[in-house]
């Protein structure tokens, strides 16, 4: 018993250390960093050139390639350029093409020519949508399936780097120098990922690839959808995070009904909490090598009801900074568990030879509820309460999990947990 514990850590740390993760780490990181400059970075600029607000609300618009990205899936997965492979080679040639995009965005003027810089947001998300596809397509191929969920822990993890370094360091930045250097040094930034992308290996297509154009767009429907409980685990997939996006959505109003100051928010929220986040999506992917895909998705998502619930009691405890940073570390421990479970199972439901397609499908899907489940969410808190608002939040994670029992039940579960 002993030895095969041994054997078992030093699988795990080989593992936790090898080459595959850090590049899994730094792809995240690449895949991070542009998303939120088109996003608050942008919108700082633009504020601070003196556009209008609803010009500014309009470049919402910008964001829209992250959830249409699965219409140009197909490409990726049907052919492969002439360089550095299928993966690898498209993936350089997004990253070179969001680099220039990105230098663009440097060189246009926000005040004279709003629809110059829209052009060119809209180039930089489409391209860094791109690079999504092809990271996620990569990722799933390079790893073996009791490595996704460190794998994805890792991803995760980088990405929330990169989106940091963006945002806070872009504007910090931007406190002393011109919003175009910004840009310019974030397209420098980019660099890491070119690098990582020609010093990685190409994963091997041991399942082939689409024949057609026809085939690369049509199979991987027809493929998914002659599987048991097709349509059930699209259903746990919308369910399993909904209560947490719900609750998300208004967390902010609800720090600063009870009393909280910006800076408190600031501080704990977001600085504090995005340390707790890294290391619970750490955690989550150690765990998932040891629990499997079942177990793991099953504990996490009972701790993310749980620490949901924290903010009700939070509510009744009202303005205790202690409380606070309890219930932060709790739900963005068990939220970035929960997020490299949510992510692994996901890359173990698609076919290797359609990756690029299905799993673009499947995180536009993921996305889903933060739209549509969170627009109610403000008339649902003045209608319960805090209270009751966040009670109801945490009790929306019970049909999810129950889902999940049931697919387990029926065996949907079964290949993946022993997999994985």
């Known amino acids: 018993m002993q030895a095969d514990s041994n054997t078992s850590g030093g699988v795990l740390l080989s593992a936790i250390f090898s080459g595959r993760m850090l590049i899994a780490a730094l792809m995240g990181f690449a895949c991070g960093l542009p998303l939120l400059l088109t996003g608050s970075v942008l919108q700082a600029w633009m504020h601070g050139e003196g556009v209008d607000l609803a010009t500014i609300g309009l470049f919402a618009f910008v964001g829209l390639p992250y959830t249409l990205k699965f219409l140009w899936a197909p490409l990726v997965d049907r052919y492969t350029p002439r360089l550095l492979g299928r993966r690898r080679g498209w993936l350089l040639l997004a990253q070179l093409a969001l680099i220039a995009s990105l230098v663009l965005l440097a060189f246009t003027r926000p005040a004279l020519s709003p629809f110059s810089v829209g052009v060119a947001a809209l180039l930089v998300t489409f391209f860094s949508a791109s690079q999504d596809i092809v990271v996620d397509a990569y990722r799933r191929e390079s790893l073996a399936d009791a490595e996704q969920g460190l794998g994805a822990s890792l ?32 397209a420098a930034i980019m660099g890491i990922g070119l690098v990582t992308t020609v010093m990685a290996p190409e994963p091997e297509a041991s399942e082939g690839k689409p024949a057609t154009l026809r085939e690369a767009v049509v199979a991987p429907f027809v493929e998914y959808f002659q599987r048991n409980d097709a349509l059930a685990i699209l259903l746990f997939i919308l369910l399993y995070k909904i209560g947490d996006s719900m609750a998300a959505h208004m967390t902010t109003p609800f720090y600063l009904d009870i009393g909280f ?160």
């Open 155 to 186: 991803y995760v993890n980088g990405y929330r780097v990169g989106m940091i370094l963006a945002s806070g360091g872009g504007l910090i930045l931007a406190d002393h120098l011109p919003f175009s250097v910004v840009y310019l040094i974030m």
């Open 261 to 420: 100051t910006k800076t408190e928010i600031g501080a704990v929220v977001k600085l504090f909490g995005f340390w707790a986040t890294l290391a619970g999506g750490l955690l989550g992917g150690v765990l998932i090598l040891r629990l499997g895909i079942y177990r793991a998705l099953l504990g996490f998502g009972l701790l993310q009801g749980l620490s949901t619930a924290g903010f009700a009691v939070l509510a009744l405890t009202g303005n205790s900074l202690g409380w606070l940073a309890g219930v932060i570390a709790f739900e963005n421990l068990s939220g970035g568990m929960g997020t490299a479970a949510y992510i692994a199972f996901m890359a173990s439901l698609t076919n290797k030879r359609f990756t690029a397609t299905q799993y673009a499908l499947l995180s536009s899907l993921m996305g889903v509820p933060r739209v549509i489940a969170a627009a109610p969410t403000g008339v649902l808190a003045e209608w319960l309460g805090w209270i009751g608002f966040f009670s109801l939040c945490a009790l929306i994670a019970i049909p999810g999990l129950q889902l999940l029992v049931r697919l387990h039940g029926r065996g949907s579960m079964q290949r993946r947990e022993a997999s994985c």
